[in-house]
């Protein structure tokens, strides 16, 4: 079911190993100083998504204590995970812990045998918080979290684009007592929502067959959010990251290499290796310069098992105005398959 790390799509392990590196010197990561990328992923599946949806990194070497009062297997492990979308079909990192181990690894320990040995063959993920298990047989085992139902509206509502309506409340009396306040009545206008019909799917074949359709509108945007993350990503391939004079960029090796700069500005930056147990990296330093605008340089990563990495960065002198930023705008954040707050339903049958 896993994989080497260097049989996972270059571009998709840089996106775990720069998120990693990201939120490692964060205020709320305390503990993650020493973490690294695990030996293995894990592909992860969508029904809508052919071939391989997400690559599943597990984070090792983690220094976290379970909360007191806490009592879960998946908690206190030192492990957490990265899920990094292999499309633009989700935002780039999708899913990420440093407090739960693996959805996967959760699902091989539920379904193992009393020697250790995992049926598990195969991972699903339905949603963030809904990820499912099969057998070699490609056989319903379980799932992880709770499962989301089928979600049944009217056909003549299902011809509908939108539900245009309101809702407004106000105080049921004028008199005003803000340490008592009154009570409100809410009135409603416009079209009544259409009524739906949550009902179990009846099977693991049926799941795999209707998501699709059954999530539509909100697996469509789930896309349309991830689109601008994914220009981000477009832009930084295109023109680099910007790193402002008198400031560092540490940037990790995906294997034991060889690190070297070159282009136009070689003379704006200084390279060193980064003193640090596990995973190799480098620290970028910008130096100013009086001449304003931006220069553009690489980073030629060689690696001793013959591939090779060319990443494009520019340095920006004090005072430089820029143009080849990302566009400002709000970060979109994953948008898993909306239903509504129901009791847990259970998941399908074989």
Known sequence: MRVPLEKVPTGVWRLAARHLEVIRGAPSSAGAQAALLGPEACPLYRPDVKGVAYWEFELVGLKRAAPRGV????????????????????VPVSHWSLDRNPPSRALEQQFADPAGVSAVAMVWRIDSLCYVAEDEGRKYLGHLGQFPPL?????????????????????????????????LLVTAGGRKPPSVKLQRWGSWAKVKQGYRAAFA????????????????EDLLAKFGQGIHAGTSLVVPLLKPGKAAIAGDGIKLVRMGILDRPGAPAVELNALDSETKGEV??????????GTSESLPYFVVPTGTPSNQHPPVRPVPVPVPPVRPIVKPIPGPKG
């Open 151 to 183: 979600v049944q509206f009217p056909a003549a509502a299902l011809k509908l684009g939108s539900y245009p309506g309101s809702s407004v409340a106000a105080p049921a009396s004028s008199g005003r007592d803000d340490g008592r306040p009154g009570k």
């Open 71 to 90: 009592k879960s297997p998946r908690l206190g492990t030192g492990t957490g995970f990265v899920v990094v979308a292999a499309g633009r079909h989700d």
């Open 296 to 305: 553009h340089f690489t980073l030629e990563l060689s690696y001793t098992d």
């Open 217 to 232: 509108h909100q697996l469509a945007a789930q896309k349309s959010r991830a689109a601008g993350r994914w220009e981000i």
